[in-house]
């Protein structure tokens, strides 16, 4: 099954600078990646995603890099803002087989510092 | 984006009680629909897979007695926790693909504590 990493588990950036975040992969049928942003108490919410006909993706402050050679992506965040503030999850899917599981990483926990 | 729904919000019980929660696709259907748990600092673990008008799948090691799931409509699925424990306590979250897009869209959890 797939598996995948996510490093670093925690994040410190001063507001204003650039965040990265990275994960890796096991599966290489994997060919969906989304991230999502977790606050405290609530659900999961969808910020980006990148498919692997894509390297990358952008979105305002916030990019999605891919490479499907390496397995590997990464979440960029630019410009930080004290709200950036959450836990951020990274993921993949192989989508061929119909069933959208997704396998999750274990999180970052990103501190945006005024 | 799509809207996934769940009730209740939070829910506190006293053990060996049985607990339902809910979870809807308020403006898109959905065949399939996932239960997830999470415990403090810790990622999202797949429980099960709602399937409409059939059985649920269960992860490996997750009791299907123990969380039973309904899956009677294309807007609803329901986790039902029966005859819970304090080691059930936990945040219970939901989600549903977005028709073939792969896109998943999370509810907004329901944190359960049991007495």
């Known amino acids: 099954g797939e598996n995948v990493e996510q490093h670093p588990s925690t994040l410190s950036v001063q507001e204003g600078d650039s965040a990265v975040i990275k994960c890796t992969y096991s599966d290489s049928a994997s060919n969906y990646f989304p991230w999502y942003k977790q606050e405290l108490g609530k659900g999961p919410q969808l910020i980006i995603d990148?498919?692997?006909?894509?390297g990358e993706k952008k979105d305002q402050r916030i990019a999605v890099t891919l490479n499907k050679t390496a397995k590997h992506f990464s979440l960029h965040i630019t410009e930080t803002q004290p709200e950036d503030s959450a836990v951020y999850f990274c993921a993949a899917t192989d989508s061929g087989a119909g069933s959208y599981q997704l396998t999750f990483g274990k999180g970052t926990k990103l501190s945006v510092i005024p | 984006g799509a809207v996934v729904s769940q009730h209740p919000s939070w829910v506190i019980c006293k053990s060996g009680t049985s607990v339902k929660i809910e979870c809807r696709s308020l403006d898109f259907q959905a065949t399939t629909m996932f239960w997830y748990r999470q415990f403090p600092k810790q990622s999202l673990m797949l429980m099960a897979t709602?399937?409409?008008?059939?059985?649920?799948?269960?992860e490996q090691g997750v009791e299907k007695d123990k969380f039973l799931i309904n899956h009677a409509s294309l807007t609803l699925s329901t986790l039902t926790v029966t005859s819970a424990h304090p080691e059930d306590s936990s945040f219970y979250i939901c989600?549903?693909?977005?028709?073939?897009?792969?896109?998943?869209?999370f509810g907004p959890g329901t944190r359960l504590t049991v007495l």
């Open positions: 989600s549903a693909p977005l028709g073939t897009s792969n896109e998943q869209f």
């Open positions: 709602s399937n409409e008008g059939s059985k649920a799948t269960y």
């Open positions: 990148i498919r692997s006909n894509v």
